[in-house]
């Protein structure tokens, strides 16, 4: 969940970064040595988007053949670098990498955290460890936007790498493999090693039943025409679809990447744009 966590800072990263790219503010401290025009800006905030567009495009593949736990690992490398491109970044192309590299991993988080948490929580925490992706991503948000508005780029790019090699060397050294891709690769004794590690040994038989029967159903539906065939997944992929594209539609990205410039240019003489995106942010992870 710590890769939700720099996700959450990604996703925000724009609103108080933003006014110190363009000279609103702290111009003195601008890494590119000058005001970035507002196509540049354009870019270094879609670039994001555009990254965690083709992040889940790889994850699918990856995580089937090297396991869920590898395919974290692998996609929490782009998210390392971004921030060290960030670190010493001077020109818009450096901004331009290191966001899209940024994106790539943010990809992860939506595609393959979610059914990994899922798979290694017991039943009747499954609910609950699920929601943990979610207040951490938030928390993310409101993270940046507290702090950023009184630190430099490189400050938060310092703070966004050292959550990143801890999740690394957590995931490397703690984080065990999910027991489904053990047992769809027929490493049983893996898989109950693996549960037997989490204190799951007396419904142990049980819970392997259960994965062995998961399992072979995804093999024998996990084709892309069942999406399209199978009525229950039809209503799902409508809805997910459709929320998403209403999110989209009703500009919710646009107002994350630029809610700051949005409230500092309307001319509110009352609170300043950094504190009203504070008590927004706050409000929101509440």
Request: proline share 4%.
């Given at each position: 969940?710590?890769?939700a966590l720099i996700t959450g800072i990604?996703?925000?990263?724009?609103?108080?970064?933003?006014?110190?790219?363009?000279?609103?503010?702290?111009?003195?401290?601008?890494?590119?040595?000058?005001?970035?025009?507002?196509?540049?800006?354009?870019?270094?905030?879609?670039?994001?988007?555009?990254?965690s567009l083709c992040g889940p495009l790889?994850?699918?593949?990856?995580?089937?053949?090297?396991?869920?736990?590898?395919?974290?690992?692998?996609?929490?490398?782009?998210?390392?670098?971004?921030?060290?491109?960030?670190?010493?970044?001077?020109?818009?192309?450096?901004?331009?990498?290191?966001?899209?590299?940024?994106?790539?991993?943010?990809?992860?988080?939506?595609?393959?955290?979610?059914?990994?948490?899922?798979?290694?929580?017991?039943?009747?925490?499954?609910?609950?460890?699920?929601?943990?992706?979610?207040?951490?991503?938030?928390?993310?948000?409101?993270?940046?936007?507290?702090?950023?508005?009184?630190?430099?780029?490189?400050?938060?790019?310092?703070?966004?790498?050292?959550?990143?090699?801890?999740?690394?060397?957590?995931?490397?050294?703690?984080?065990?493999?999910?027991?489904?891709?053990?047992?769809?690769?027929?490493?049983?004794?893996?898989?109950?090693?693996?549960?037997?590690?989490?204190?799951?040994?007396?419904?142990?038989?049980?819970?392997?039943?259960?994965?062995?029967?998961?399992?072979?159903?995804?093999?024998?539906?996990?084709?892309?025409?069942?999406?399209?065939?199978?009525?229950?997944?039809?209503?799902?992929?409508?809805?997910?679809?459709?929320?998403?594209?209403?999110?989209?539609?009703?500009?919710?990205?646009?107002?994350?990447?630029?809610?700051?410039?949005?409230?500092?240019?309307?001319?509110?003489?009352?609170?300043?744009?950094?504190?009203?995106?504070?008590?927004?942010?706050?409000?929101?992870?509440?």
């Open positions: 969940n710590l890769m990604g996703y925000s990263w724009s609103s108080p970064c933003i006014p110190k790219l363009n000279g609103s503010v702290d111009s003195d401290r601008n890494p590119l040595g000058r005001p970035a025009t507002l196509q540049e800006i354009s870019w270094i905030t879609s670039l994001h988007a555009l990254g790889f994850t699918g593949v990856v995580s089937r053949k090297l396991g869920k736990k590898l395919t974290l690992i692998i996609f929490s490398i782009p998210q390392v670098a971004s921030s060290i491109i960030l670190i010493f970044a001077y020109n818009v192309t450096h901004f331009y990498i290191s966001r899209f590299l940024l994106g790539i991993g943010t990809g992860c988080v939506f595609s393959v955290i979610p059914s990994y948490i899922g798979e290694i929580s017991p039943t009747y925490m499954r609910g609950r460890t699920s929601m943990l992706n979610s207040v951490l991503l938030t928390a993310g948000q409101t993270l940046v936007l507290i702090i950023g508005p009184f630190v430099t780029i490189r400050t938060i790019a310092v703070m966004t790498l050292l959550v990143s090699i801890v999740f690394l060397f957590t995931c490397v050294c703690y984080v065990p493999e999910s027991p489904y891709f053990y047992i769809m690769n027929g490493k049983i004794e893996e898989a109950k090693k693996t549960l037997s590690s989490w204190g799951r040994r007396e419904s142990l038989d049980k819970e392997l039943l259960e994965i062995t029967t998961i399992c072979e159903q995804s093999a024998t539906e996990q084709s892309f025409k069942a999406l399209f065939s199978l009525k229950i997944l039809k209503k799902c992929l409508v809805i997910s679809l459709g929320l998403v594209t209403l999110q989209s539609l009703v500009g919710n990205p646009a107002i994350v990447a630029y809610q700051q410039t949005i409230i500092d240019t309307s001319k509110n003489n009352y609170i300043s744009g950094d504190t009203s995106v504070m008590i927004i942010s706050i409000m929101q992870l509440i």
